[in-house]
């Protein structure tokens, strides 16, 4: 892979979790099913719903009656927890992770903490410098106050990050926060109509260290450029 002409400066990469650094869609989809079933919603209808936003924001957009979406989000959380059968990281995520400069990027996820950390254990990947879950934010994805903060808390403003995603929800939340934006489509059951550069996996990018420790990551169709620790 040529390095391409085009090379955007970043201060941090900021990631996903779910269907970027990892799949954790087997084991998502076997207790939604279960749930969904047990009130009678069509389960293959529904299950394209549950990616990408808080579970309780999936719930409460079914409007179900006699339904408290915090207790149900909570024992789908719990079950999650329990259940991590199957969780694999993308191919090439831990490399990619293990090849970012300390203190320079971060996870930022729907979830909840716990299940995060569950999730990244189970999927044999590095826990995060920063992690950013589901109760750090009052708005979740697609609002733009999950990036909005990693930034901050990484000592940039999110229009100088690189935002690594894979769902629409979480597309929109890194564009309506100023973000690059790269998509991994490792999960992508039917294309997506995609304005960003894409990978299927982290295999796709070609990194570059420097001597000073700054890292040069480099796409077909544009490069970032990230400092190290002690540079800006």
């Not at 087997?26 to 749930?35: D, K, Q, V």
């Not at 990027?105 to 189970?122: F, K, Q």
């Not at 708005?139 to 000592?155: E, H, R, V, Y």
């Not at 894979?166 to 100023?178: K, L």
Request: some cysteine; hydrophobic content about 45%; overall charge negative.
């Amino acid at each position: 892979m040529q390095a391409p002409s085009e090379r955007q400066p970043i201060d941090a990469v900021l990631l996903d979790m779910d269907g970027t650094i990892l799949n954790s869609i087997r084991s998502a989809e076997r207790i939604w099913s279960r749930w969904a079933d047990r009130h009678g919603l069509n389960v293959d209808a529904f299950l394209p719903t549950i990616h990408g936003v808080q579970s309780i924001e999936t719930i409460r957009r079914l409007n179900l009656p006699g339904i408290d979406p915090e207790t149900e989000a909570a024992a789908i959380t719990q079950a999650e927890i329990e259940d991590v059968e199957g969780i694999e990281a993308i191919a090439g995520a831990d490399g990619f992770l293990a090849a970012l400069p300390a203190a320079k990027w971060g996870i930022v996820t729907s979830a909840p903490r716990a299940l995060a950390l569950r999730r990244i254990e189970a999927a044999g990947l590095p826990v995060p410098p920063l992690l950013i879950a589901a109760e750090d934010v009052a708005n979740s994805k697609p609002a733009p106050d999950c990036f909005q903060l990693a930034a901050s808390q990484l000592g940039t403003t999110a229009d100088r990050c690189l935002v690594v995603e894979d769902s629409v929800a979480g597309i929109a939340s890194a564009e309506s926060a100023g973000a690059a934006v790269l998509v991994v489509t490792a999960t992508h059951h039917t294309p997506m109509d995609l304005r960003h550069a894409a990978i299927l996996d982290y295999r796709d990018l070609m990194l570059e260290r420097a001597v000073d420790g700054s890292l040069s990551i480099h796409h077909a169709r544009v490069s970032f450029f990230l400092q190290a620790a002690n540079g800006r």
